[in-house]
């Protein structure tokens, strides 16, 4: 669609063409698009694991030709990358288009169907503003499918379902994931605009993403209370930390419906004019700049909390195992585990924190049809916008990502120890591990440490040190089911 082309036309003729365009983008170019996307997601994790499994497959000499396969999968992943991204720009380009056919239209003609012109303004620049989150979150939807897929293998295969915080945790995982789909599909049908209310559409975002919020809060707050034996002052400030995330999501909902309700009896008003203005102030962030970043603000204190005190627990378990081993450099199973929830944690602690940083950032007047008069192009997006889209999913993908990673860490130690049993034979001594007694009294708790010095141990009578439910039992699904509050082994 050619400036000269519509420069023929007359304004009937410019915003027929214009609304065919729009409907050939959300119909034809899109759908692939946001397919592509998805399985932009699913193959970009897919081939990191593909990558890890091809280099520990390599190191022990099970694969031929290691560097050979590996090039040829990221040669591949890259044709697919370049493809995505020109399916990107075939979409952005019409968009840009459409935006021109405005300009034109504009300039040269005077709308003489003001309905019409309205609603083909509206859906330019609403497809223009909801594609590129779109892009994102399908993206993002396509970690969380893969992560989930691997979440069901680990609890499967190594946990079981018949022990109940075992269950508890995973229902929790999955009603995330299905609440992170939910949220994608109902940002699919208002990009379509099959919605007949957007604000029914937009409860429903705000209803969803603060759901997957509390239940992240939940499970980080639940890995806490596990890692400190679930003592009763650490109970009490979870409780509290997840209470305040309660509140305050249940006052922005009530907020926004009361915000709505009087936008609808009375469409005239100022809010409802700024609102038309300015898409930034929308239902999720409650009209205002407090809104949903309150409730962020909270889930971050919880999650910085938790992960705090998972670090001290941390440093206080490696300073209890370097004092009774003379070599400290090699890390223990157990300190692994609590080192990726810390890191895991500081991530998305970043990752809260920027959210909160773009949302909380001065808004600059955002005037659709003013960025079209004066620049030709429609106006670019904001990282908030992305981050609004991406938020449900990046919560979900956290506690399936850790599941995933401890899963992963289990295979490789297990084929590490296969390996080293079928090549040396019965006699095997096994390595040094120690064995700590938790014993309570009226004073708290006080610590036996006794070191199991290396022991020669045939290959049929070897098990597996098990894993105490004080360091690690909430982040393997609770492997250790039936282990005896009394001890925990380290790997």
């Given amino acids: 669609m050619s400036r000269q082309y519509l420069e023929a036309l007359n304004s009937t003729q410019v915003l027929s063409v214009l609304d065919d365009s729009v409907e050939y983008t959300v119909h034809s170019l899109v759908p692939p698009l946001v397919m592509e996307s998805v399985l932009f997601g699913i193959i970009t994790i897919a081939a990191v694991l593909g990558l890890y499994t091809l280099w520990d497959a390599s190191r022990a000499g099970r694969i031929p030709f290691p560097r050979v396969i590996g090039f040829g999968l990221l040669a591949t992943y ?24 405005l300009l034109d239209l504009l300039n040269k003609h005077t709308p003489t169907n003001t309905t019409e012109w309205t609603h083909t303004f509206a859906r330019v620049t609403g497809t223009a503003r909801n594609l590129p989150p779109l892009v994102t979150e399908s993206a993002l939807f396509g970690t969380a499918t ?8 680990a609890a499967w295969t190594h946990a079981g379902w018949s022990h109940t915080q075992s269950s508890l945790i995973l229902g929790a995982v999955c009603l995330m994931y299905t609440l992170s789909t939910a949220h994608w599909g109902v940002n699919l049908g208002v990009f379509s605009r099959s919605q007949s209310d957007e604000s029914q559409a937009n409860f429903a975002l705000l209803g969803l993403l603060s759901a997957n919020i509390w239940f992240s809060d939940t499970i980080v707050l639940w890995r806490m ?7 009763r002052t650490v109970l009490i400030l979870s409780a509290a930390l997840l209470c305040s995330t309660t509140i305050l999501s249940a006052v922005n909902l009530a907020q926004v419906i ?71 450099s090699n890390r223990t199973r157990v300190e692994r585990i609590l080192a990726l929830m810390v890191e895991s944690g500081a991530l998305y602690a970043v990752i809260c924190t920027t959210h909160i940083i773009c949302a909380l950032l001065p808004l600059s007047s955002y005037d659709p049809l003013d960025a079209i008069v004066r620049t030709g192009a429609l106006p670019s997006l904001k990282a908030v916008d992305h981050f609004d889209a991406a938020m ?41 591990s120690v ?17 199991d010095r290396t022991v020669s141990r045939s290959t049929s009578d070897r098990k597996t040190p098990t894993v105490g439910q004080g360091d690690v039992e909430g982040e393997e699904f609770e492997l250790s089911q039936g282990t005896s509050r009394k001890s925990e082994g380290v790997v």
């Fill in 258 to 328: 009361q915000i709505t309700h009087n936008i609808s009896t009375d469409p005239s008003s100022s809010l409802s004019q700024e609102l038309t203005r300015d898409p930034q102030k929308e239902l999720m962030f409650g009209y205002h700049r407090i809104g949903i970043v309150t409730v962020l603000i909270s889930s971050l204190v919880s999650n910085v909390t938790a992960t705090s005190m998972i670090a001290y627990k941390t440093w206080r378990h490696r300073r209890r195992v370097l004092a009774y081993m003379h070599n400290g």
């Fill in 78 to 101: 890259a044709i697919f990358v370049i493809h995505w991204a020109l399916e990107q720009t075939s979409a952005y380009n019409a968009q840009a288009e459409q935006a021109l056919g």
């Fill in 435 to 451: 064995v700590i007694d938790v014993e309570r009294n009226t004073r708290g708790y006080t610590e036996e440490v006794r070191l």
């Fill in 146 to 153: 893969i992560m989930f897929v691997g979440t069901l293998c």
């Fill in 392 to 432: 449900p999913q990046l919560m979900s993908i956290y506690p399936m990502m850790i599941i995933t990673l401890v899963a992963l860490d289990r295979a490789h130690v297990a084929r590490h120890a296969k390996s080293s049993s079928s090549g040396s034979g019965s006699g095997r001594p096994v390595p040094l």
């Fill in 225 to 231: 209370c596990i890692v400190w034996e679930k003592r």
